[in-house]
């Protein structure tokens, strides 16, 4: 909800019936110069008036006017400078009826200067369509002053009024667009050179949430399966008080105690992929499922679970790095969860490719009661193999499958785009 609208105390403040008249851009601004620009009026001033006390006058008095005349014009546009950043398009007009009213005069060189810097200020400070006005606007002036001198006096000199006029008029305003564009291209890049610095820093982040990620999937999936199988066993151990029993639990306890190790040296042996002095272990693959089947049917002994694979993949197929990493890590962290949650029954791996796609399924018993101790779980498997499967591009199904007997199956099934690279090996 956005807050209720308060006008402000000079919003609400009666405004004259000709306010809503004025273009903005004309209105008197709240007056608070810059420092720059009262020092400039100041000095401009008093310059003025030392030429008019020496008597350096830039014409004859037309009109046979007082000599102090030529102050008033002069104090004018003295004054205007206060505004030319506030109000930039007010103080130009106005110098210009100033500038104009020193003709008649004996004309003052400061009035000229003042007038100049007015011109180059509302094209600086001035709105952009100001900006691109004023030049055009000062250009013609200049054009028709030169060729209305030259047509009055029929003389090449009349050339060099023309001149002065571009000189004090054309020639700020030009100076005033060079500068502002040189302004806007400035600002332009130091905007770019903002987005860009949050663009990297955006990508920076995202590139270390994706390694977190990785790690956090590798990490689950290289020692979770070692763990549980270490809980479940040593949970036996301690409620079957048998030495058989004993003996075999430790046995396993140890040879996951190994693996896991071996795991972590693994993944270590990936984070220190850029040191030189380590070699980097290779990944496994899916000619490693045989000894992951069998290293689960070690595991569950007196668990009433059983395990086969079924694959059905062309001889000699090769596959992507990626996509059997996938694989092996989805099946993996399946009979990971089989040893962790099944009831006692068949555990089925089944692999088949067909169409440049990699069918990964594995079923485990969903219904009963397993004897035997169970360990538990996190739910970050699944998390971490929905997020393997996506960046793959694949499709991850996870969930309860009934069957024709009445019984219900845990079913994980991957499907994962994936070409075969053996034909672009040399034979």
């Not at 030319?84 to 110098?95: D, E, H, K």
């Not at 992507?320 to 068949?346: C, D, F």
């Not at 219904?367 to 970050?380: F, Q």
Request: proline share 7%; aromatic share 4%.
């Amino acid at each position: 909800m956005y807050p209720p609208f308060r006008p402000r105390e000079e919003d609400a403040r009666p405004h004259a019936v000709l306010d809503g008249d004025v273009p903005r851009s004309f209105r008197l601004p709240a007056f608070s110069p810059h420092r720059d620009d009262i020092l400039l009026a100041v000095c401009s001033w008093l310059g003025g008036l030392l030429l008019w006390a020496l008597g350096l006058h830039n014409q004859g008095n037309r009109l046979l006017l007082p000599g102090w005349v030529t102050l008033v014009p002069l104090t004018l546009l003295a004054a205007l400078e206060l505004v030319r950043r506030t109000s930039p398009q007010l103080a130009l007009t106005l110098g210009t009826l100033g500038v104009a009213a020193d003709q008649f005069t004996q004309g003052n060189l400061a009035t000229v200067l003042i007038f100049a810097d007015l011109a180059y200020a509302a094209v600086v400070y001035g709105t952009p369509a100001a900006a691109r006005r004023i030049p055009i606007v000062t250009g013609m002036v200049t054009l028709a002053a030169t060729i209305g001198f030259l047509a009055w006096f029929r003389q090449p000199q009349a050339l060099l009024f023309g001149l002065i006029v571009g000189a004090v008029s054309f020639a700020p305003a030009l100076t005033g667009v060079t500068l502002r564009n040189h302004r806007q291209a400035a600002e332009t890049a130091r905007l770019h050179a903002e987005q860009t610095a949050l663009l990297a820093e955006i990508d920076h982040d995202q590139a270390v949430h994706a390694e977190r990620s990785r790690m956090a999937r590798e990490l689950h999936d290289m020692v979770a399966n070692h763990l549980s199988a270490i809980a479940i066993h040593s949970t036996a151990a301690l409620s079957i008080d048998t030495p058989e029993a004993s003996s075999r639990a430790l046995a396993v306890i140890r040879e996951n105690s190994v693996q896991g190790l071996a795991e972590m040296r693994r993944l270590i042996g990936l984070l220190r992929q850029n040191d030189d002095s380590e070699e980097p272990s290779a990944a496994p693959t899916l000619d490693g499922l045989d000894a992951l089947v069998e290293q689960s049917r070690a595991f569950a002994v007196d668990t009433g679970l059983t395990f086969a694979l079924d694959d059905a993949r062309p001889p000699g197929l090769r596959l992507p790095t990626p996509v059997e990493l996938a694989a092996y890590r989805i099946v993996q962290e399946s009979l990971t969860n089989a040893l962790k949650h099944a009831s006692a029954g068949p555990v089925t791996v089944a692999l088949a490719h067909a169409d440049d796609t990699l069918t990964v399924t594995v079923t485990s018993p969903y219904d009963g009661d397993r004897p035997g101790p169970r360990a538990p779980g996190s739910g970050a498997g699944l998390v971490g193999m929905e997020e393997r499967v996506t960046l793959l591009e694949g499709v991850l199904e996870a969930g309860p499958v009934p069957r024709p007997d009445g019984t219900k199956t845990w079913q994980v099934r991957a499907e994962l785009p994936a070409e075969d690279n053996s034909k672009e090996l040399p034979e």
